[in-house]
C-alpha cells in the first residue's frame, strides 16, 4: 500500500476519531432532544439526524450557517473509521470470529440506518367502509399538483414539493403550457372565508376561490397533535403572459380548475401522494370490546387487495402486530374515524426494514462468540495451572 | 496534546464532500400519469367540472373575466347541497346563496334577531377539533382552550351513525356591544371535516338551540 494512502487510513481508523464521534453523537442527541420541544419530532429528526450539518438560521437574517455536523455526517464518519480499522487490522483467525462479526453488525447497523432515512417512507391511508383507493398519503410531506384532468381515462400530473414554492424562481411543468411563480408561501396559514371574514384585506388571487377566501399567515406549529396549514399564493404564467394569480392551501379541500389552450387543469395543495400497483378496499372494520365494557379488545380491517394487473385478488384481515405486507409497503393498523366506519392504516415503505434485525443478531452471535472462545481459553488455561 | 492528527487536505475535501450533499438536495418536479381518481364518498366538488360548463368556458357567478383562461371554484351550484351528506332545515329557517366554500346556508329568524347558519368541509387532517374550537372562541373574545377546559368542552351528539363533537359558546365580539353565541358542531367523516355552526346575537341563537340540535339530527350520509 502506498504510504500516503496508509497515513491517511490509519488517521481515519483512530480510536481518538471513534471517541470524538462519539461523543458528537452524544451532544447531537442531547441538543435534538431538548430541541423536539421546540420543533416536534419529526422537524427534529430532519434537522439533526437526516442532515450533513444542522444549520442554524442567524437571527433577523435569511443566512443560515452550519454549526455542529448532522447525523449523516457523524453517521458516515463513523461508518468510515470503522470500516478503515477494519482493513488495517483484519486478519482471519478463528480467535477474532467473533468481534469480527460484531464490528460487520455494527456496520450492516450504521448503513441500514442510513437506508432507512434516505429510502424509508411513513403515509396513511384512510379508508372508508367500502371506499378503495390506490396510493397513500405523506405523513408530513405536501406537495402542489397540477393535473391535466381533460382525458376521461387519466390524468397527466406534475407535482411540486414545498420546498421549490419556497424560493421565488419560475417552475416549469415539463409538457404543461404554463409555469408556475410562487409569489408567496407560508408554511402555516389561517384561512377564512370572506363572508367570515368581512374586514380582512383583499386576497391578491383573482383565480379560482379568488377574494372569496382570505388568508392571515400564522406561525408555524411543531406540536405533534397540530398540523400546518401551508398556503401559496402562485402566478400562472403562460408564454403570453399571466393568466392571473391563484391560492392553493392544504384548507382549501378541492382542486381548482382552469381551463387553457383548449384543456383543463386542476390545481390543490395536498398531502404528498405515494401511488401503489394495487388497491385496497375496506370491506369492514370492527371495534371490538370486551362484554359489557367500553374496553377496546381489538381493532381489525378486513381489506380486499386487487393488483393493477389482476392478477391478485384477495381479502386480508389487518389488525394489531398483524400488519399486511404487500408491494415493498407494510399496512399496520392505526387508527379509527366516524364511529368505527373509517379505518387509518399507517402505510411505511423501508426497504431496509430487515437490516437492524440482520445486524443487532450478528453483533449479538459475534459477542457471544468472543466471550465464548475467551470463556474457553480461560478455562483451558486455568485447568492447565491447577493440573 | 493534538486531539486529532487528520491532514489539513482531507478534513478540507470530506467537508466540502459534505456541503455539496447538503445542497444537492433540492427535489425535482415529478411528472407521471394516474388513473382517474374515484374515492368514495364522493362530495359535489369531487368532480371539478361540478355546477360549470367548462366546454362553453363559462365562468363562476361574480368571477372576474380573465383574458384566454376561466377558472372555477369548486362550489356547487347556490341552493344545491353536498353529495356526501344531507340534511333537512327546519321550514322556518331561510336557505341563504351559497358562497364559494359554505355548503349549507341559512338565515333562522325570529323574534329575538337573525342568526347565520353556516356549513362547510375542510380537510380532517389540517383541522383538528381543538384548533377549530379555539378559532371559534377567538371570533367573540374568548381566549384559548386550557387542557382541562378542552377536555370537558365538547358535548358529543350521536345521530344516525354520526358523532358530532357540539359546542356551545358566548362571548362579545370585538366593537360589537351585545353578546354573541356559537353553536357549534363539528363531524369528521373519513378525511372530511364538516363543520355546522349557528352564531349571532345571544338572545336569536339561544332561541334556535333545539331547532340547530334537531337539524344536525337530521342529517345523513348520501345513499350510494
Same mark, same amino acid.
Given at each position: ?6 497515513s491517511v487510513i490509519e488517521r481515519l481508523a483512530s480510536l481518538r476519531l471513534t471517541v ?45 450557517? !452550519? ?16 470500516? &478503515? ?15 469480527? +462479526? ?18 424509508? *417512507? ?20 405536501? %406537495? ?12 397527466? *400530473? ?6 421549490? $414554492?419556497?424560493?421565488?424562481? /419560475?417552475?416549469?411543468?415539463?409538457? &404543461?403550457?404554463?409555469?408556475?411563480? /410562487? ?14 371574514? !368581512?374586514?380582512? /384585506?383583499?386576497? /391578491? ?7 372569496q377566501v382570505v388568508f392571515q399567515p400564522a406561525a408555524p406549529t411543531y406540536r405533534p ?9 402562485? %402566478?400562472?404564467?403562460?408564454? %403570453? ?42 370491506? %369492514? ?59 387509518? +392504516?399507517?402505510?411505511?415503505r423501508n426497504p431496509g426494514w430487515l437490516i437492524p434485525y440482520i445486524a443487532c443478531v ?16 480461560? $478455562? ?8 | ?24 438536495? @433540492? ?36 368571477? =372576474? =373575466? ?47 334577531? @337573525? ?13 383538528? #377539533? ?14 384559548? #382552550? ?22 356551545? #359558546? ?20 373519513? @378525511? @372530511?371535516?364538516?363543520?355546522?355552526? #349557528? ?26
Open positions: 500500500m502506498p504510504a500516503p494512502f496508509r470524538v464521534l462519539l461523543v458528537l453523537s452524544l451532544v447531537l442527541v442531547v441538543v435534538a432532544t431538548l430541541d423536539q420541544v421546540n420543533l416536534g419530532i419529526w422537524a427534529v429528526q430532519e434537522k439533526y439526524f437526516r442532515s450533513f450539518f444542522v444549520f442554524q438560521q442567524l437571527s433577523g437574517s435569511g443566512i443560515a450557517f !452550519p454549526f455542529f455536523p448532522g447525523g449523516y455526517l457523524i453517521g458516515g464518519g463513523l461508518l468510515l473509521n470503522l470500516l &478503515c480499522a477494519q482493513f488495517l487490522r483484519f486478519t482471519l483467525n478463528w480467535r477474532n470470529v467473533g468481534l469480527h +462479526l460484531t464490528h460487520f453488525g455494527i456496520i450492516l447497523l450504521l448503513i441500514g440506518e442510513l437506508l432507512t432515512g434516505l429510502l424509508s *417512507v411513513e403515509s396513511h391511508l384512510t379508508l372508508d367502509t367500502g371506499a378503495t383507493r390506490n396510493y397513500a398519503e405523506a405523513s408530513s410531506s405536501r %406537495e402542489l399538483a397540477v393535473a391535466d384532468i381533460t382525458d376521461p381515462d387519466s390524468d397527466r *400530473v406534475w407535482t411540486v414539493p414545498l420546498t421549490r $414554492l419556497a424560493k421565488s424562481e /419560475p417552475i416549469e411543468l415539463p409538457g &404543461c403550457p404554463f409555469k408556475l411563480v /410562487p409569489l408567496q408561501f407560508h408554511q402555516n396559514a389561517h384561512l377564512a372565508s370572506r363572508a367570515e371574514a !368581512p374586514n380582512a /384585506p383583499a386576497s /391578491p388571487a383573482t383565480l379560482g376561490l379568488a377574494g397533535n397540530e398540523d400546518n396549514t401551508p398556503t401559496t399564493l402562485i %402566478e400562472l404564467r403562460a408564454p %403570453e403572459g399571466p393568466l392571473g394569480t391563484l391560492l392553493a392551501s392544504l384548507a382549501i379541500a378541492q382542486p381548482q380548475t382552469l381551463d387553457y389552450a383548449g384543456r383543463t387543469y386542476a390545481i390543490s395543495l395536498r398531502r404528498a401522494r405515494i401511488y401503489f400497483d394495487f388497491a385496497l378496499t375496506l370491506v %369492514e372494520f370492527r371495534h371490538d370490546k370486551y362484554p359489557g365494557t367500553e374496553i377496546p379488545r381489538n381493532f381489525s380491517s378486513q381489506v380486499r387487495l386487487r393488483s393493477a394487473d389482476g392478477k391478485e385478488d384477495r381479502e386480508v384481515r389487518i389488525f394489531m402486530n398483524n400488519p399486511l405486507r404487500h408491494g415493498g409497503y407494510t399496512f399496520y393498523q392505526s387508527g379509527f374515524q366516524n364511529n368505527d366506519r373509517t379505518s387509518i +392504516l399507517q402505510v411505511m450478528m453483533s449479538g452471535l459475534g459477542l457471544l462468540l468472543h466471550f465464548g472462545i475467551t470463556l474457553v481459553g480461560f $478455562l483451558a488455561r486455568r485447568r492447565a495451572a491447577t493440573t | 496534546m493534538t486531539l486529532l492528527r487528520v491532514p489539513p487536505s482531507v478534513g478540507a475535501t470530506i467537508a466540502a464532500f459534505a456541503l455539496t450533499l447538503a445542497g444537492c438536495r @433540492e427535489q425535482p418536479v415529478r411528472t407521471y400519469n394516474v388513473a382517474k381518481d374515484t374515492p368514495p364518498p364522493p362530495t359535489a366538488s369531487a368532480d371539478p367540472h361540478a355546477g360549470h360548463d367548462h366546454a362553453a368556458g363559462e365562468l363562476p357567478p361574480g368571477h =372576474p =373575466p380573465i383574458g384566454g383562461a376561466a377558472m372555477a371554484g369548486p362550489t356547487a351550484a347556490p341552493g344545491s347541497v353536498s353529495d356526501s351528506l344531507t340534511w333537512a332545515a327546519p321550514d322556518h329557517w331561510a336557505a341563504k346563496p351559497l358562497g364559494a366554500m359554505r355548503r349549507g346556508s341559512f338565515a333562522p329568524k325570529n323574534a329575538a334577531g @337573525e342568526a347565520d347558519c353556516s356549513i362547510f368541509v375542510f380537510p380532517a387532517s389540517s383541522n383538528p #377539533l381543538r384548533a377549530n374550537l379555539d378559532r371559534w372562541r377567538g371570533q367573540i373574545g374568548l381566549a384559548r #382552550l386550557t387542557d382541562e377546559q378542552f377536555a370537558t368542552a365538547v358535548t358529543t351528539l350521536d345521530s344516525d351513525g354520526l358523532s358530532f363533537a357540539t359546542v356551545d #359558546l358566548l362571548g362579545k365580539q370585538p366593537g360589537v356591544d351585545q353578546a354573541t353565541r356559537v353553536l357549534g358542531a363539528v363531524l369528521y367523516r373519513g @378525511e @372530511e371535516a364538516w363543520f355546522f355552526k #349557528l352564531t349571532g346575537p345571544d338572545a336569536a341563537v339561544a332561541a334556535e338551540k333545539a331547532s340547530f340540535l334537531d337539524f344536525l339530527r337530521t342529517v345523513r350520509p348520501t345513499a350510494p
